[in-house]
C-alpha cells in the first residue's frame, strides 16, 4: 500500500525530537515520535553561544534520527530550530556544522512563527463546536505564550521571555528547597501584569507544549476526543505537593529527573496562578510542537492552508479589538482599510502581489494610526513602536516589521535606506513595504475629511491611477493632501494617482 510518509526533525532549547507521520484520510496520524535530551538552550542562555562540543552531540542524534527515517521510508524531511539556535551568537556556525555533519538544512523559525504553528495545530484539535472564552498558555524552554481565546479566536496574546529552561539557568545558583518560592516571586509582577488582561468569566484554560503531556500525567489527566482533560482537583493537589516537597523527593516520588522538574516548574506556577484568577472548570492539555504543523502543511496541504486562513481572520479581528483598545475612531478605519484594499485590487496588474500581502495592507490600514492614543505628535513613530510590540497571532516577525514601517511611513516621511527599521528589512520585505505603504498613503488622503463622499470610483489607465469621488462637498483638502502622499505612489509604481470629484445632489 502506498503511504504518504514525511518527518520533522526540531531543534529544541531542551531536546532534539523527530515526528513521522503519514496521511490518514483527511487529517494525518503520527506514526512515531522520539526525543532526546541536549540541553541546546543551557548554552545559550548561559554563555550566548552553543559549543561544538553540543553541536557535534546534536549532529550525532540528527543522524541517528535519519536512519529511522530511512527505516520508515519517509519522503521528505524538513528541520527546524527554536529559541537555543535563533538566540545563539554562533547560530551560522551551527546551522553550517549541523548541514555539513548531517546533510540537513535546518531553518530557524522566529517565536511568532513558532506560536503560529502551534495555534494552528490547537485550532485544529480543539473540538468543532467549541464556544465560550479560554486562556492558552503554552510553555516552551526559552519562552512563555499566553493568550485569550474568544469565540474561536485569540483576541489577545502576549509572550514572556521566561521559558522553564532559562528561568532554571538564571536561578541555578539556588538549592532545590527554595527553588519553587523563588520562581513564584520572580514571575508574580509578569503573571499580575497579564491578569489585568484576563477576565475572570473565562471557563477553560488550555495547555500546549510538548511538557503539557508530563503535566498532565502527574496530575491525573485523562484522554477525551484527542485532547487531554484535568481534573482542577487533581492539579491543585499536585501542585500543593510541589510547594510542600523538595525537588528531590518530587523526583523519587514521580520518577522525573530534576532537571525536568526545574523546567516544568515556572509553567506550573503560572497555571496555578491564572487559575485562581479565572476559576476555570476545565484544564485541557495539547501535548503538540511547532513541527506537527508541518506535518500537516506536507501531509494535507488543503488542510493546511484552511489552517493558515483561520489564522488570518484571528489577526483582523485581533486587529480590530486593538484599535479599539487604542480607542481609535472604527468608522473611520474601517472606510480607509475600505479603500485600501479596493485600491490594492485595482492595482493587481502592476503591483505583482498576493493574498498574503492584502492581508498585510488590511492590518496595516487597521493599525496605522494606534499612535494617536499616546499623542497626536508625530502618532506615526508611536504607531511603530506599538506595532512592533504586538503579538499577533497569524503573522510572523518579518511581517510585523513591514506593517510596523508601513505605519511609520505612511505619512510625510519616506522609506528611506537612512531609517534604520527600514534598511533592516530583507530587500523584498522592502518592496512589500513600500507598495503598501504607497497604497495606504492614497487612501488616508481621500479619508483626511472623514466621510465626505457617497461612492468612490477607481480606474486604472495606462499612465494614470484615477480615483473619483462621488460628494456634493467641498475635497480641496483631500486634493492637497492626495498631492503631497501620492508622490511616494508615482516612485513606487511608475504612474501618476489623480484624484477627482463627481458632484452629485
Not at 484576563?198 to 502527574?218: H, K, M, N, Q
Not at 525537588?247 to 516520588?253: G, M, V
Not at 497604497?439 to 488622503?445: M, V
Request: glycine share 6%; hydrophobic share 40%.
Amino acid at each position: 500500500m502506498n503511504k504518504k510518509i514525511t518527518a520533522v526533525i526540531e531543534l529544541a532549547s531542551n531536546e532534539l525530537r523527530l515526528k513521522i507521520g503519514e496521511k490518514k484520510g483527511d487529517g494525518y496520524k503520527l506514526v512515531e515520535s522520539l526525543s532526546y535530551p541536549l540541553s541546546l538552550g543551557k548554552d545559550t542562555f548561559h554563555y550566548g553561544k552553543i559549543s561544538f562540543e553540543s553541536i557535534c552531540k546534536a549532529a550525532e542524534i540528527i543522524n541517528g534520527f535519519l536512519q529511522v527515517t530511512r527505516e520508515y521510508g519517509v519522503e521528505h524531511i524538513s528541520a527546524i530550530a527554536t529559541t537555543a539556535v535563533r538566540e545563539a551568537a554562533n547560530k551560522e556556525y551551527v546551522l553550517d556544522q549541523i548541514k555539513v555533519k548531517t546533510g540537513l538544512e535546518a531553518v530557524v523559525i522566529d517565536d511568532s512563527m513558532e506560536k503560529n504553528y502551534i495555534d494552528m495545530l490547537m485550532f485544529n484539535m480543539l473540538p468543532k463546536k467549541h464556544s465560550g472564552s479560554a486562556v492558552v498558555i503554552h510553555l516552551g524552554s526559552g519562552n512563555i505564550f499566553i493568550s485569550l481565546l474568544e469565540d474561536a479566536c485569540l483576541t489577545y496574546t502576549t509572550t514572556m521571555k521566561t521559558g522553564g529552561l532559562r528561568l532554571s539557568e538564571m536561578f541555578e545558583v539556588i538549592s532545590a528547597e527554595k527553588f519553587t518560592g523563588v520562581i513564584k516571586e520572580y514571575l508574580k509582577p509578569f503573571i499580575d501584569g497579564i491578569l489585568l488582561a484576563l477576565p475572570e468569566t473565562v471557563g477553560e484554560v488550555i495547555l500546549t507544549g510538548c511538557d503539557a503531556g508530563l503535566i498532565s500525567r502527574l496530575c491525573g489527566g485523562k484522554v477525551v476526543d484527542k485532547v487531554i482533560e484535568i481534573n482542577k482537583e487533581g492539579f491543585t493537589a499536585f501542585y500543593k505537593q510541589t510547594k510542600e516537597s523538595s525537588l528531590t523527593e518530587l523526583s523519587e516520588k514521580y520518577k522525573i529527573d530534576i532537571e525536568k522538574q526545574e523546567i516544568i516548574m515556572p509553567a506550573l506556577v503560572i497555571y496555578n496562578r491564572i487559575l485562581k484568577h479565572i476559576k476555570a472548570d476545565k484544564i485541557m492539555a495539547m501535548p503538540i510542537t511547532a513541527g506537527e504543523a508541518l506535518l500537516v502543511k506536507h501531509l494535507n496541504p488543503s488542510i493546511y492552508k484552511g489552517l493558515e486562513e483561520r489564522l488570518e481572520e484571528n489577526a483582523v479581528v485581533a486587529a480590530w479589538k486593538i484599535a479599539e483598545r487604542y480607542q481609535l475612531d472604527i468608522e473611520h478605519t474601517k472606510e480607509v482599510e475600505h479603500c485600501a484594499l479596493l485600491f490594492f485590487d485595482r492595482l493587481k496588474k502592476i503591483h505583482g502581489l498576493g493574498k498574503r500581502e492584502r492581508f498585510l495592507l488590511s492590518l496595516t490600514a487597521i493599525l496605522h494610526n494606534s499612535g494617536k492614543f499616546i499623542n497626536h505628535k508625530a502618532h506615526y513613530i508611536h504607531s511603530y513602536n506599538i506595532i512592533r510590540g504586538l503579538d499577533i497571532t497569524g503573522i510572523n516577525g518579518e511581517e510585523r516589521e513591514i506593517i510596523a514601517n508601513a505605519a511609520l511611513f505612511h505619512g510625510s516621511l519616506m522609506p528611506d535606506m537612512q531609517y534604520r527599521s527600514y534598511s533592516d528589512l530583507s530587500q523584498s520585505s522592502r518592496a512589500v513595504c513600500s507598495k503598501l505603504c504607497a497604497i495606504l498613503r492614497l487612501a488616508t488622503a481621500v479619508n483626511i475629511g472623514y466621510g465626505k463622499y457617497q461612492n468612490i470610483n477607481v480606474k486604472l489607465k495606462a499612465n494614470e491611477f484615477i480615483i473619483t469621488l462621488d460628494t456634493y462637498k467641498d475635497i480641496d483638502l483631500e486634493k492637497l493632501i492626495f498631492s503631497k502622499k501620492s508622490k511616494l505612489f508615482a516612485d513606487v509604481y511608475g504612474i501618476k494617482a489623480v484624484l477627482k470629484k463627481r458632484s452629485v445632489i
